[in-house]
């Protein structure tokens, strides 16, 4: 029997070689920046998608405790039971959520929805990690879209509501750099994805709790596909929304964890057409976390994303957990800031838009 190190032993991260120039991807703690990603970053054409994996590190709840916490407040308003969500909890989270919003209606309560996400307010008791997050994401993009009901990518960049319903003025959008966070449907547009200074609230955001999109109806009704209808008014402007977004921009998904990859998937797989599906060229990317066990899991995740063409971006998780997307995103802005609009890139963007 041979003492000491054996002639080679089993790494702990995975490595392939691939790409241009056999370079090296390696999962480790920050990894290195694809060049597709930093170019689309100098181009202006980098758009941040945020998940809920972000606002966790910030201090909000995940989508599971998000949904323990509606049915609690409705505990706390006698409306319902411990008993009652003791046999819930195993439910998925989706679910929970619609008996809570079924609930809201047959006792006409209203859920404090921003209580739940943001118990804190953070204006007067902020968190820190949340603060350093979100300031580097600020400076990763111009504009941004995100599956989050939260506030915190808004206070990042200033941005505030397209109108002001209390306000006897009339109402307006400011001009074309004031910072805006758009969350109904029919602000779903291309103009406004091209607008600097701006987040977008795919599913809805607190400013507006009853259409934040959150049971499985609702989903489905968000995403269905009534693009073959010959009734203009029958369109989906989300799936034309999402379109445009991953046609005309690089999409760099952030915040989004295993149990949330349903959505990811749900929302590309409406959105492309079969032609780019086809393609297999890479475009999009996907920054996710895991630990060095996992990296069976990550390289099996690799190839299927590929084929949607997104390149999986794995960084490791085991000394700092999730606060590892923290330096992960420091990196990245101090290799690639975002840009001021390139006006060829802009007139690229306005012909793809007319044909």
Known sequence: MASGKSP???????????????????????????RGLRDAAMM?????????????????PNWNEFADKALEFLIGEGKFSHSQLAQLRHLPARVKLSIARGLERQHEVEIKYDKILDPANNLEDP????????????????????????????RAIGAQPPTLKTSPLPQTRGGPDTPTAFYQVKDLTAAN???PNSVIHLHGSVDDPNNMIMTTQQYVDHYKNDRMSEKFSE???????????????????????????????????????????????????????????????????KLYYRESGIELIPFLRDQKDWDQLIEVLKEFVREAPASEPLKLEERREMRALLE
């Not at 080679?8 to 694809?34: F, H, N, Y």
């Open 235 to 301: 369109e989906n402007y989300v799936l034309t929304f999402l379109e445009y977004l991953f046609e005309n921009k690089t999409v760099l998904f952030i915040g989004y964890g295993l149990e949330e990859l349903e959505i990811l998937e749900y929302a590309i797989g409406k959105a492309r057409s079969q032609k780019f599906k086809a393609e297999h060229e890479i475009r999009h990317y996907l920054l996710q976390g895991f630990f060095s066990h996992e990296y069976e899991v990550m390289k099996n995740l």
């Open 193 to 195: 994805l091209n607008r």
């Open 127 to 154: 968190n820190a990690k949340g603060q350093v997050l979100y300031q580097t994401l600020a400076k990763l993009g111009r504009t941004f879209v995100t599956t989050n009901y939260d506030k915190w990518l808004d």
């Open 8 to 34: 080679r032993q089993v790494p702990t991260l995975w490595c392939s070689l691939e790409g241009e120039g056999q370079l090296a991807d390696i999962i480790m703690p920050i990894p290195k920046m694809p």
């Open 44 to 60: 202006n054409r980098l758009v941040p998608f945020i998940g809920a994996g972000a606002s966790k590190i910030a201090g909000c």
